[in-house]
């Protein structure tokens, strides 16, 4: 039993681990997104200027 605690234990943490870099990664997916719209949008006025 005492073994058995600290892997349910590990698991949870793991798996709120998970959780919050799957949100970690999208927010940045996101965040990286708008960066290459922004950097497009100047590149594409540059370019037609």
């Known amino acids: 039993m005492k073994r058995l605690v600290p892997g349910a234990l ?3 943490n793991a798996l709120h681990f998970l959780e919050v870099q799957r ?3 999208r927010f940045c997916a996101v965040f990286q997104l708008k960066i290459w719209q922004e950097m ?3 590149i594409f006025v540059l370019k037609w200027t």
Do not use: G, K, M
């Open 10 to 12: 590990q698991t949870e």
């Open 40 to 42: 497009f949008l100047v």
């Open 23 to 25: 949100v970690f990664w």
